[in-house]
T-cell receptor, first 110, second 112 residues
């Protein structure tokens, strides 16, 4: 099927690392994405990884890709209260459209 | 700010009506995508245009149509509106056909 799956909720303490997991379906996906959505706002592209990479680091964000298991994770180091949001994993299918997961609500406790 | 603009920000209309949502892509982007976000369906791809031509269709209803104009802005037309069409409609753009997509702030449509 087309389902991209994510855990629905994650709660962490400020300063800790957050790890949000995702499994996708299409081994031919060119790009895999992480988007952030704050309440009442649009989707902010956080980072993306090409399917031929295993890891990508961008400041506090680390993306790990396990192609064999079709597993993608987003690690946020030193999580801050401003990181509280919904995080969406998405895969590109058929060369162009994005298929999104249901989103993971990240709650950061101070 | 992604550089993608959408108007209007909010739209309230009645069942049976027709509305037009507008999107301006980032400067230089040729590809425009439309997505619908609703509580029950999540984020769903509707349709893609590339340099004025339709490239891909997703779960777009027959009552919905879109086009991309020569200046590359795009419009999504929703007609015979039903209560279930209430959702956030996002436009995204990318440089080409297989590149990262940047999303606009969305148009929140409420059908009463």
């Amino acid at each position: 099927g087309e389902d991209v799956e994510q855990s629905l909720f994650l709660s962490v303490r400020e300063g800790d690392s957050s790890v949000i997991n995702c499994t996708y379906t299409d081994s031919s996906s060119t790009y895999l994405y992480w988007y952030k959505q704050e309440p009442g706002a649009g989707l902010q592209l956080l980072t993306y990884i090409f399917s031929n990479m295993d890891m990508k680091q961008d400041q506090r964000l680390t993306v790990l890709l396990n192609k064999k298991d079709k597993h993608l994770s987003l690690r946020i180091a030193d999580t801050q209260t401003g990181d509280s949001a919904i995080y969406f994993c998405a895969e590109s299918k058929d060369g162009n459209k994005l298929v999104f997961g249901a989103g993971t609500i990240l709650r950061v406790k101070s | 700010d992604s550089g993608v603009t959408q108007t209007p920000k909010h739209l309230i209309t009645a069942t049976g009506q027709r509305v037009t949502l507008r999107c301006s892509p980032r400067s230089g982007d040729l590809s425009v995508y439309w997505y619908q976000q609703s509580l029950d369906q999540g984020l769903q791809f509707l349709i893609q245009y590339y340099n004025g031509e339709e490239r891909a269709k997703g779960n777009i209803l027959e009552r919905f149509s879109a086009q991309q104009f020569p200046d590359l802005h795009s419009e999504l037309n929703l007609s015979s509106l039903e209560l279930g069409d209430s959702a956030l409609y996002f436009c995204a753009s990318s440089v080409g056909l297989v590149y990262e997509q940047y999303f606009g702030p969305g148009t929140r449509l409420t059908v009463t």
